[in-house]
């Protein structure tokens, strides 16, 4: 069988697709300061940072020593504080119920009670690289009643964490009600 490949024409469709390939990253270049555009749905880092402090400031007057996270609507950790002497395994604990927090749209104890044994989602727990599922992650709202990220703290009491990531998110609102 003869072979009727030529490679003068074969070339032409490489060629073509080299072309459109340095179109598209040309066009990526100029067009990528827009893809990454704050999302107006999440959680500023202003409004992260002063969710943090205000619940930190929470704390402090209810004698009790924690860790705070906060996370964006995408779940990403926005702005974290340990206060002194708080305990070092609570740190990841916070990260995790604010990102438990966030996966779901529902304060961590909420989901809990749906978690335990007999539960409609019993060992959910398990999935996401772990999650936590007693009380002490909050989602974050904006003044429309949009998830824009989570609050988690972690330190105290299960009752004491829940306090405290409630007055967390909710300072964000209050702070824009008072400007």
């Known amino acids: 069988m003869m072979n009727f490949y030529n490679h003068k024409t074969a070339s032409k469709p490489k060629e073509k697709t080299l072309k459109h390939s340095r179109l598209l990253f040309v ?45 964006d609507a995408g779940a990403n950790l926005k702005a974290f504080i340990r206060m002194d002497d708080s305990f070092l395994g609570s740190i990841d604990v916070a990260i995790k119920k604010a990102k438990t927090s966030r996966y779901f749209n529902i304060a961590t104890g909420d989901l809990g009670k749906l978690t335990q044994p007999g539960g ?17 992650g909050v989602p974050i709202k904006n003044n429309k009643g949009k998830i824009i990220g989570a609050i988690g703290v972690s330190g105290g009491t299960i009752e004491e964490d829940h306090k405290i990531a409630t007055y967390g998110a909710k300072s964000i609102l209050t702070e824009k009600k008072t400007k």
């Not at 409609?120 to 002490?136: D, H, K, T």
């Open 27 to 71: 066009l990526l270049i100029f067009t990528s300061p827009f893809l990454v555009a704050q999302n107006t749905t999440d959680v500023t880092d202003k409004d992260a940072l002063s969710a943090v402090l205000a619940a930190k400031e929470k704390a402090e007057t209810m004698g009790v020593l924690v860790n705070i996270a906060v996370v």
């Open 120 to 136: 409609i989602i019993y060992n959910i727990e398990l999935s996401n690289n772990g999650l936590v599922s007693f009380p002490g």
